[in-house]
């Protein structure tokens, strides 16, 4: 299976629809903070986007999650 590349993103530009980050995001040195989005996969080895986490992991629901971090 070919894993996705992964797509840098800041944290500043990270959507936060319930505004539980608001505070963090009024912090300059957070905004460009450099967010990597590891891909996770379904049961059946799917890889689920971001964008449908929502529709596609019910709660509940295991997933795997392949990643990585710098410090």
């Known amino acids: 299976m070919k894993i996705p590349r992964t797509r840098e993103r800041f944290f500043g530009g990270l959507p936060d629809p319930l ?3 608001r505070v963090l995001k009024m912090n300059e040195t957070y905004l460009h903070y450099e967010m990597s ?5 379904d049961a059946q080895g799917y890889h689920i ?3 449908e986490y929502r529709t ?8 795997a999650v392949r990643g990585s971090m710098k410090m």
């Open 19 to 21: 505004g539980q980050y």
């Open 56 to 63: 596609a992991i019910p709660d509940s629901t295991i997933v």
């Open 49 to 51: 986007l971001p964008a």
């Open 37 to 41: 989005v590891p891909p996770v996969f």
